[in-house]
């Protein structure tokens, strides 16, 4: 178990529609990653926050937003979902921003099938 | 472009052999190189990292060697077990605030490897 929680573990929608998953980091760290990990493909960042500001973005798509609150969990909103969105969604943490040379604990992920 | 390609795509051994997985990237500047195990259905958990200047790395059963050189880098798994069954995902890291949108982690899709009885 690494620490990182995240909710729901399963979620299936329809497209059009706007879902939002939930990320609470270890304690202690106060940075958050958002990955993306579509059928047979590696690991895609999507965006960090450090300490409730945004610290570095990926390609993230605009129908996609996220925050990282006073309490640093943090939330991915997706809108407007299609077909292609479905995917794990994988949240990660570490105790500083520097992503190149701490290590990351991920948690368990959520399933996301649009259908 | 920053890639990393691991192979094979996936590996079927029995128990108690030994395998070797491969990850060759072109990623620059580098900064380091992790391998991770992901369980079906989790989130992927760190074995090992090397810098630059290590070309070897143990944890356990698990052995990581890195050539800078030629950019290559394998994960040696001895004396497999059921539950060694997972997908290996190597990770390189550019120098930080080099990854543009790509982010600072660059990932291979993965070994799908299967321990059977």
């Known amino acids: 178990d690494s620490g990182v929680t995240q909710t729901p573990k399963h979620l299936i929608t329809a497209t059009g529609q706007r879902v939002t998953l939930r990320c609470s980091p270890r304690?202690?760290?106060?940075?958050v990653y958002w990955y993306q990990q579509s059928l047979d493909q590696g690991l895609q960042f999507l965006i960090q926050?450090?300490?409730?500001?945004?610290?570095a973005k990926g390609n993230i798509l605009e129908r996609f937003s996220a925050q990282q609150f006073p309490d640093l969990h943090s939330e991915l909103n997706l809108s407007s979902l299609e077909l292609g969105d479905s995917a794990l969604y994988f949240c990660?943490?570490?105790?500083?921003?520097?992503?190149?040379?701490?290590?990351?604990?991920f948690g368990p992920g959520t399933r996301l099938t649009v259908l | 472009k920053n890639q990393v390609e691991q192979s094979p795509q996936s590996l079927i051994i029995l128990e108690g052999k030994n395998c070797t997985l491969q990850c060759n990237y072109t990623v620059s500047p580098f900064s380091n190189l992790r391998w991770y195990k992901q369980d079906t259905g989790r989130g992927p958990v760190s074995l090992t990292i090397?810098?630059?200047?290590?070309n070897t790395k143990s944890n356990g059963r698990y052995t990581a060697t890195l050539d800078a050189d030629t950019k290559q880098s394998s994960l040696h798994i001895t004396a497999s077990q059921l539950s060694d069954s997972a997908s290996y995902i190597c990770?390189?890291?550019?120098?930080?605030?080099?990854?543009?949108?790509?982010?600072?982690?660059?990932f291979g899709k993965g070994t799908k490897l299967s321990v059977k009885p």
């Open positions: 990660a943490s570490s105790v500083t921003p520097e992503s190149s040379y701490n290590e990351q604990f």
């Open positions: 926050y450090y300490n409730g500001e945004e610290r």
């Open positions: 090397m810098t630059f200047s290590e």
């Open positions: 990770v390189v890291s550019l120098r930080e605030n080099y990854g543009g949108s790509q982010g600072n982690l660059i």
């Open positions: 304690s202690g760290d106060l940075s």
